[in-house]
């Protein structure tokens, strides 16, 4: 440190001479005196040399204070009670486990399109018909908007809506042998239609095309020949009974029960437990409804009956999924609420409809 720093020197004494004090000896000056006599010194009080030393001094007497008083009251991380603590926020409460989907709005619809569908059933059949058609129309809309969307894939809509329409009805009228050459044309339509455009994806627009009108109206033709039959309403309200029934079950103890996964690569929400309570609950309501709905049908029949609807429900939930998720979309329309669109209410009836109707046959005949 600096000489000044000390204050100025005295008048009769050199600088940096030290004067001892009158009741002391002499100290002979410089490292020759011993560690003893260093003990008896006394330091030098401090003398601000300017005004501005001054105002400096007094900061540092101030900041000396402060340090002083800081001493005497230790602090930091061995004193925490001493520092000023902050509230710990409260744990989030747990999450209640959420559907999936919104049940108001799923019921409510759910509900508005069962009474369409009873009322048709039972009144007209042929309003049914029509239902099944407007229902094939619309889902063929769907299905082909989504693939021009995400892949750009571009299968012609007129041919496959006029083809799926007069499928289902063919089916109802004609039989199975109906239906069948209403599918070849239907195809055949499908890739004279697509000529008039580029033929730049003309494989890939036909090939979708032939996929679109045998997914969509082909299956749904299995629902007419259903209702050809005598006792047709029966059995398409056990068609629609059994479907509905196993996906309620595979929803409610898989939202419930469920914690192993079925098919995590296509369907994350779908479990394992949820395909049992879709089994066990279309395997009680088949007996039921071959009981006390299908004339000469037998209980055993209907545990049968219901065990090939969940499968082939789970199967056709899975196969959709399957489209969903390469196509990117976890819907494939918004038309019902709570729902999506009809082809993901259509998902677990088409492929169902064979396999009921099939069964049907060979239970208690055509």
Known sequence: MNDSSWGAPQSGHSVGEWRPAPDQGAVPAGPAYGEHEVEQTRPMPIVPDSG?????????????????????????????????????????????????RDLRSAIGVGVGLGVVVVASLFIWKAAFVIVIAVAVVVGLWELTSRLAERKGIKAPLVPLAVGGAAMV????????????????????????????????????????????????????????????????????????????????????????????????????????????????FAMVAGALCMRFLIDDGQWWQGLLLGLAVAASATLGDLGES?????????????????HGGIMDRLDSLLPTAPVVWLLLVLFVGS
Do not use: C, N
């Not at 925490?80 to 744990?91: G, L, S, V, Y």
């Not at 509905?244 to 079925?262: C, E, Q």
């Not at 399957?322 to 709570?338: A, E, F, S, V, Y």
């Open 52 to 100: 501005r030393d001054a105002e400096d001094g007094g900061r540092d007497q101030h900041s000396r204070a402060d340090h002083d008083r800081g001493a005497t009251r230790p602090s930091g991380p061995l004193f925490r009670d001493e520092m000023p603590q902050e509230p710990m926020p409260a744990p989030p409460p747990p999450e209640k486990k959420k559907a999936g």
């Open 169 to 280: 009805v063919a089916g109802y009228a004609r039989g199975a042998e109906g239906a069948w050459i209403a599918m070849a044309l239907t195809a055949l339509a499908v890739l004279v239609w697509r000529m008039t455009e580029s033929p730049d994806g003309y494989l890939r627009d036909v090939t979708a095309g032939v996929f679109a009108a045998f997914y969509v109206p082909f299956l749904a033709t299995f629902v007419a020949l259903l209702l050809a039959a005598d006792d047709g309403p029966w059995r398409v309200l056990t068609f629609l009974v059994l479907t509905v029934v196993s996906d309620t079950g595979a929803y409610a103890i898989g939202w419930r029960f469920g914690k192993h996964k079925l098919a995590p690569r296509i369907s994350p929400g779908k479990t394992r437990e949820g395909l049992f309570g879709a089994v066990s």
């Open 322 to 338: 399957m489209i969903k998720r390469d196509l990117g979309i976890k819907d494939m329309g918004t038309l019902l609420p709570g």
